[in-house]
C-alpha cells in the first residue's frame, strides 16, 4: 500500500513540473498562510524542503547525470545482459525525485525504451529470469573467478557479427542492381568472403537473432541478379554455422561451464583455424582475380559438412545446458549415429577424444588414488562411488597403490575403460572391506550395539532399570541427564557388560517425541513424556565405522530399542502387580473372588507380554542377526556390507511390527491398557482403607478384562490376515503361543456370532448402537465407569485417541 501512494505522489509530482504549476500551487498556498506540516502532504513537504536547499540540490543533480550517463553506456556496451541486469538497469536509470522539464522526461522515455527493447531481444521471460539467479546462486556458492567486465565492454573481441545499440552499419552507396553483371559478382563475392570471416557485408547484411539458440539468417539485397542469388543462399548456411560456433566457443569458455566444455572448445578453435586458413586462400584467389561465385561454391564443399557438424553439436549442448559427463555422452552418440559416414564420424571421434581428455584424467586420480580434483563438478555419481573407498582408506593414513592402474583413454569401444572402472572399483570396494573387518574391528562394534540396543545381556538391563526406574518416572523436563549417565556407568561396570571393549561408548539420550510419532514422522513435540517414552541409548561411532553405522541405521538401532525397552517395562510392572498380590491376605473372604479375576486379568497380561518379548528376542531378532552375520563372512567388497546390515535392520522392524500401522497401534494399545491396569491396582493396593464397595471394583476388573480381551482379539485377527495376505509365516508363531489352547478362537467365534444375531434380529437403537461396535475394534468407553478415585490412574483419553508409549 505505502509503495502504490508513494508511485502515485512520484507520478503526481512529475506530470505536475511537467505541466508546470507545481511551484505557482506552492505559492498559492503560501500567500493562503496555509503550513506545509499540517496542510501538505509530507511527501511534497519533503520536497519543498530539499528544493530550498541548493547544496544538496547541486549534489543530487550531479548524482543523477553521472548515474544516467553510468547507465547509457554500460547498456549500449552491453555489459549488462541479464535479465537480472535488465531489472537492475530500468531501476537505476530513474533520476531522483524533483522538478523534471519536458526535455528530461524525454530523455528518460529514451532510455527505457532502449533497455527495454534489448530486454526483450534478449528474452527476458522467466525462465531467462529463473536461470540467471540459477547461474548467479552457481558462481556465488562455486567459488569461481568471475568473467573480467572486459569481455563485454569490447564487444569487437568476438569473432562472431557484431550488432546491437551505437554498432553503426555500413550502407552501400548503390544498388547492386545497378551494377553490371560483372560487377555484381565481385561486389557478393567480396560480401561472401567478410560473412565466412564474422564482418558484415554491404549487400548482404546480417539479421537480429531471435534467441540464443537460433541460427543466424542475413538479408540479401533483393536487386541481385536471380542466378546470382541462388548461389548466395546455398553459401550462406556456412556463414550461419560459424556464426554459432562462435557463440558457442565465446559462452562455453566461461569458468563455470567447465574442463569438459573448454576442451571441447579448444578442439572446435583448432577446426576453426583450418577453416580460416581457408577462407584467407580463397581472399588470397580473389584478389588476384582468379575467385568466381562459383569456384567459391566449389572451393567449400568439403568445409561445410564439418561446418554443420560442429554447429548441430554447439547447439544440442546450449540447448541441453549440458556439461562433464552429459557433453561426452552426447559427443558419442554422435560417434555413433554417423556409422556409415567415416568422415562424420573421424570428425565426432576428434572432438571425443579432445573432451575426453580433462575428464580421464580426473577419473584416474580419483579411482586409482583416491583424490578428487572436480572444481566443476563434472564426474558422475556413479563414479563417485567408485572412488570414496579409497578415499576413506586415505584419510585413515594408508598408502593407495592401485595394482591396475593403467591409463584411460576413449575409444568407440566401451568395453575397454568400463572394465579399468570395474577393476578399479573392486579393489577400492575390497581394500575398505579389509581396513573395516580387520583393522577397526567392525563385528566387534556390530555386536557392542547388539547387546545394549538389542538388550542381548539381560543382567545389565536388570541393574539399570532397577536404578534408574525412579528417574525415569519423572518427567522429562525433571530428568538430570548426569545422574542418568552415572548410573548407566553403574550398571555397565557391575554387570556382564564390564567385559565388552566398546562400553565406554554407550551414552543415554532423551529424546523429545515417543515411539510412536517418532514412526509415524510426526514433528509435534510432547512436552510431558515421561522419561520412560522419551529415554533410548546413543552410540559414539568414530570414522570409518560410521559408514556401516550411520545415523540413520542408528535410528533403526533406537526405534527397535525403544520397542523392546517399554515392553521390559510393562513386564516389570506386571511382575510388581504380582508381588503386591500378598496384601490380599488383608481383605475380606468375601473380596477374594473379586481380586482373583484381578490377579487373573494380570497373569493373562503377563502372559501375553512376555510372548510378545519371546518372540521379538528370539523369533525375529536372533535368527536375523545370524543370518546377518553369516552372510558378512562372505561378502567381498562394502556395498555388501551395507546391503547385509541394512537388511537385517529392515527385517527386524517389520517382523517386530513397528513398520505396519495396523499392527502397531494395536499392540500400543494393549500395553497402554496393561499400565493401566497395573497404575489402578496400585493405587488399590495403596489404599486400603479407602476401600471401594465390591461391585464397583468387580466393574472396574470386568472393563479392563473386556478392553484387553478385544484388542487382544485384534491383534490375533490381524495377525492372520497379514501372515496370509503378505505371507509373513513368522507371525504364525505367535499366535499360536498366545491361542494354544484355541481360547481366543472360540470367544473370537462366540462374539462374532452374538454380532450377527444383533445386527439381524434387533430394531432397537440402543441395542443396534452396541452391536455395530465391532469386536475388534479400539472403543474402551467401559472404562468410563471406574470410580473417581481410581480414573486419574486410566489415562481414557489416551486409550480413545489410540495413543501409545
Known amino acids: 500500500m505505502i509503495s502504490h ?200 547484411l546480417v539479421k537480429p537473432l531471435k534467441d540464443k539458440y537460433s541460427a543466424r539468417s542475413f538479408t540479401i539485397d533483393k536487386t541481385l541478379e536471380i542466378t546470382l542469388l541462388e548461389l548466395v543462399q546455398r553459401i550462406l548456411p556456412v556463414c550461419s554455422h560459424y556464426s554459432t560456433i562462435c557463440r558457442f566457443m565465446e559462452a562455453k569458455s566461461s569458468f563455470e561451464h567447465g574442463l569438459v566444455n573448454h576442451a571441447l572448445c579448444a578442439a572446435m578453435r583448432t577446426l576453426l583455424k583450418e577453416y580460416l586458413i581457408l577462407v584467407a586462400q580463397l581472399e588470397h584467389q580473389f584478389r588476384l582475380g582468379q575467385l568466381s561465385l562459383q569456384k567459391l561454391w566449389f572451393y567449400i564443399q568439403p568445409c561445410m559438412r564439418t561446418m554443420e557438424i560442429l554447429s548441430s553439436i554447439a547447439v544440442a549442448i546450449d540447448k541441453g545446458s549440458c556439461k562433464g559427463g552429459a557433453v561426452l555422452t552426447l559427443l558419442h552418440e554422435k560417434t555413433v549415429g554417423y556409422t556409415g559416414d567415416r568422415k562424420s564420424q573421424d570428425l565426432c571421434l576428434f572432438l571425443t577424444q579432445a573432451a575426453c581428455v580433462p575428464y580421464f584424467d580426473i577419473l584416474e586420480q580419483w579411482i586409482y ?59 577400492a570396494s575390497k581394500t575398505l572391506l579389509d581396513l573395516l573387518m580387520d583393522e577397526r574391528a567392525l563385528m566387534a562394534r556390530l555386536r557392542s550395539i547388539k547387546h545394549y540396543f538389542l538388550m542381548d545381556l539381560g543382567d545389565f538391563f536388570v541393574q539399570f532399570m532397577d536404578l534408574a526406574e525412579d528417574e525415569m518416572k519423572k518427567n522429562m523436563d525433571d530428568i538430570m541427564p548426569s545422574r542418568l549417565e552415572t548410573l548407566l556407568e553403574l550398571a555397565l561396570r557391575t ?57 540413520k541405521a542408528l ?11 517399554y515392553a521390559r517395562h510393562v513386564e516389570r510392572q506386571l511382575c510388581n502387580v504380582w508381588v503386591s498380590n500378598k496384601r490380599a491376605k488383608q481383605f475380606t473372604l468375601n473380596s477374594s473372588p473379586w481380586y482373583a479375576a484381578a490377579f487373573a486379568l494380570r497373569q493373562r497380561m503377563l502372559h501375553f507380554v512376555q510372548t510378545y518379548e519371546h518372540y521379538m528376542m528370539f523369533e525375529v531378532l536372533e535368527p536375523s542377526w545370524h543370518v546377518m552375520e553369516k552372510s558378512l563372512k562372505t561378502v567381498t ?24 500401522i495396523e499392527l502397531l497401534k494395536v499392540v500400543s494399545k494393549l500395553m497402554l491398557v496393561c499400565v493401566t491396569f497395573t497404575n489402578c491396582m496400585q493405587v488399590v493396593f495403596d489404599h486400603v482403607d479407602q476401600m471401594i464397595s465390591g461391585e464397583d471394583f468387580e466393574r472396574t476388573v470386568q472393563n479392563f478384562d473386556n478392553n484387553f480381551s478385544r484388542h487382544l482379539m485384534d491383534l490375533l ?89
Request: glycine letters at 4%.
Open 5 to 204: 501512494e508513494f508511485q502515485n505522489h512520484r507520478l503526481a509530482n512529475i506530470k505536475r513540473a511537467s505541466t508546470g504549476d507545481g511551484p505557482e500551487v506552492y505559492a498559492e498556498m503560501l500567500t493562503k498562510n496555509l503550513t506545509p506540516v499540517r496542510e501538505l502532504d509530507p511527501l511534497v513537504y519533503l520536497l519543498s524542503r530539499l528544493a530550498e536547499d541548493k547544496q544538496m540540490l547541486t549534489f543530487l543533480e550531479k548524482n543523477s547525470k553521472d548515474r544516467s550517463k553510468a547507465h547509457l553506456v554500460a547498456i549500449s556496451s552491453g555489459a549488462k545482459s541479464s535479465a537480472l541486469a535488465k531489472a537492475d538497469a530500468i531501476q537505476d536509470i530513474i533520476p531522483a525525485s524533483g522538478p523534471m522539464s519536458q526535455h528530461e522526461l524525454n530523455e528518460l522515455r529514451t532510455k527505457l525504451a532502449s533497455v527495454t527493447s534489448s530486454a526483450g531481444q534478449s528474452g527476458s521471460s522467466p525462465e531467462a529470469v529463473l536461470k540467471a539467479l540459477r547461474e548467479k546462486q552457481a558462481k556465488r556458492t562455486g567459488n569461481l573467478p568471475p568473467t573480467p567486465s572486459w569481455v563485454s565492454e569490447r564487444p569487437y573481441l568476438s569473432r562472431d557479427y557484431v550488432s546491437g545499440p551505437g554498432i553503426s552499419q555500413s550502407t552501400p552507396p548503390v544498388s547492386v542492381g545497378t551494377l553490371p553483371l560483372p560487377m555484381q559478382e565481385l561486389a557478393i563475392v567480396e560480401d561472401l568472403l567478410f560473412l565466412m570471416m564474422g564482418v558484415e557485408g554491404k549487400y548482404l
Open 369 to 427: 588414488k583416491g583424490i578428487i580434483s572436480d572444481p566443476y563438478s563434472e564426474v558422475a555419481q556413479n563414479i563417485l562411488s567408485t572412488g570414496k573407498y579409497l578415499n576413506v582408506f586415505r584419510q585413515c593414513g594408508q598408502n593407495v597403490q592401485c595394482p591396475n592402474a593403467d591409463e584411460i583413454i576413449y575409444t568407440l569401444n566401451e568395453r575397454e575403460y568400463v572394465e579399468k572402472i570395474e577393476k578399479a572399483y573392486s579393489y
Open 495 to 551: 554387570s556382564t557388560a564390564n567385559n565388552d571393549p566398546y562400553k565406554d561408548d554407550l551414552r543415554v539420550d532423551l529424546l523429545p517425541y515417543d515411539l510412536i510419532t517418532q514412526l509415524f514422522r510426526i514433528l509435534s513435540v510432547a512436552y510431558d513424556s515421561k522419561g520412560l517414552e522419551a529415554f533410548s541409548f546413543d552410540y559414539v561411532v568414530k570414522w570409518p565405522v560410521s559408514l556401516i553405522l550411520s545415523k
Open 555 to 565: 535410528t533403526k538401532y533406537q526405534m527397535l530399542f525403544r520397542h523392546l525397552f
Open 637 to 660: 567388497n562394502i556395498d555388501g556390507v551395507l546391503e547385509n546390515h541394512n537388511d537385517f535392520l529392515d527385517r527386524c522392524l517389520k517382523d517386530c511390527m513397528l513398520t505396519n
Open 717 to 805: 485377527e490381524k495377525l492372520s490376515h497379514y501372515s496370509t495376505t503378505d505371507c509373513e509365516h513368522q507371525m504364525l508363531n505367535i499366535i499360536a503361543r498366545l491361542d494354544h489352547n484355541g481360547y481366543y478362537t472360540a470367544q473370537l467365534e462366540k462374539y462374532v456370532a452374538e454380532e450377527s444375531s444383533a445386527l439381524n434380529g434387533s430394531s432397537d437403537p440402543k441395542t443396534e448402537t452396541k452391536s455395530s461396535s465391532s469386536l475388534l475394534s479400539a472403543s474402551v468407553d467401559n472404562l468410563a465407569d471406574v470410580p473417581a478415585h481410581l480414573r486419574s490412574a486410566v489415562p481414557l483419553d489416551q486409550l480413545q485417541n489410540g495413543q501409545s508409549y
